[in-house]
């Protein structure tokens, strides 16, 4: 005789709770092999946000990839990294701001004890007045003489220990100034090529542009984009490839200076943004990059295989009086898909364009 299952009661409002879940969750499933995705823990986590539309911030990133017509593995990763990740920078933000309060506390505790000892030096001196005015005998003044000095010698050591205290706690608080700030470089970094990622770039553009429309000054703006990168994963492996991006990073990198920023935008994908350049000195300055890219003979280490020439396209847009972020973006994106589109390898700015003799 089979025994008998008691069964689950679930309240109705668990039941559309529930089928939420599964709809959300199928939607995210769709999402991932409509785009051939790989679906790694991070992209179904992702497509599943983007499907219950938990975080506007996720649905608009989404929308932008979607938008382009791809999931690039990077940038769901970025996307993730950024908005859904439990990352460690919190926890370092947090331990450090509490070494901070610990800090504040010992001087609040060193100033407490200052003052009380202050009180305590101005009630001796009132102690050592009567005494003196209430006798002349030498005994008394000898006394008080003696008192004085020993109130004297106890303040000194008091603020030297105090002075000691407060050195030893602005010396803890400006190192953990640094370590803070250290935290707050490493979450603006890509980890792969060590130059700033797409959240560093997004808060860097609009503030150079929000400059540029008050000021009035240049802005440039060029994308970037190795070409045909697919073919060197393929071929030589994603090892290969990731050192051909940190080459790329790396030339370009060594051509800007001052303000300037280059950023990893997507998977092999660049933005580079020049503060008060104009249109033709950025042109000669990303064409040089493009050349030194062009120019570089890459072999494999161990074997010595040629690589072949790998090159990138480019697309340069200048920032008008009143043109919104996402405007600039998009007409450096243009200018890069014209680049590609006419044979690659070309620096494509406005009406100006050079290319590889």
Do not use: W
């Amino acid at each position: 005789m089979s025994e008998s299952k008691t069964p689950v009661f679930v309240c109705p409002e668990d039941q559309q709770a529930f089928a939420k879940v599964y709809e959300h969750a199928d939607t995210a499933s769709q999402l991932i092999a409509e785009h051939g995705t790989p679906p790694f823990p991070n992209t179904f986590a992702l497509m599943y946000a983007y499907a219950a539309k938990s975080d506007n911030k996720v649905v608009v990133a989404v929308d932008e990839m979607l938008e382009r017509g791809a999931l690039c593995q990077y940038e769901i990763d970025e996307v993730y990294n950024m908005h859904l990740r439990p990352t460690d920078d919190h926890a370092k933000r947090e331990n450090i701001g509490r070494e901070v309060e610990q800090q504040l506390s010992s001087i609040l505790d060193l100033v407490g004890t200052s003052m009380e000892n202050s009180d305590q030096f101005e009630v001796a001196l009132t102690q050592i007045e009567r005494g003196l005015s209430d006798s002349s005998s030498s005994a008394a003044l000898s006394s008080a003489v003696a008192r004085l000095m020993s109130e004297s010698r106890r303040m000194t050591d008091q603020s030297r220990r105090l002075s000691d205290g407060l050195m030893a706690s602005m010396k803890q608080i400006e190192r953990l100034q640094h370590e803070l700030e250290a935290v707050r470089n490493e979450s603006m970094r890509d980890p792969l090529t060590s130059i700033y990622n797409r959240r560093a770039f997004d808060l860097r553009l609009a503030a150079e542009v929000e400059a540029a429309n008050k000021q009035g000054s240049s802005l440039c703006l060029a994308m970037a984009d190795l070409d045909h990168f697919k073919r060197v994963n393929d071929n030589f492996g994603h090892r290969v490839g990731d050192e051909i991006l940190k080459i790329f990073a790396s030339i370009v990198t060594n051509n800007i200076k001052g303000k300037d920023l280059v950023a990893r935008y997507g998977g092999e994908e660049f933005a580079i943004i020049l503060p008060a350049t104009g249109l033709q000195q950025a042109t000669q300055l990303i064409d040089r990059i493009r050349e030194q890219m062009s120019e570089r003979k890459l072999v494999l280490k161990g074997t010595k295989t040629p690589i072949g020439a790998i090159t990138a396209s480019f697309g340069i847009a200048q920032h008008q009086p009143g043109l919104t972020v996402n405007g600039l973006i998009e007409q450096a994106d243009q200018r890069l898909y014209l680049a590609k589109s006419n044979g690659r390898n070309r620096v494509q700015s406005d009406d100006l364009a050079s290319n590889a003799a």
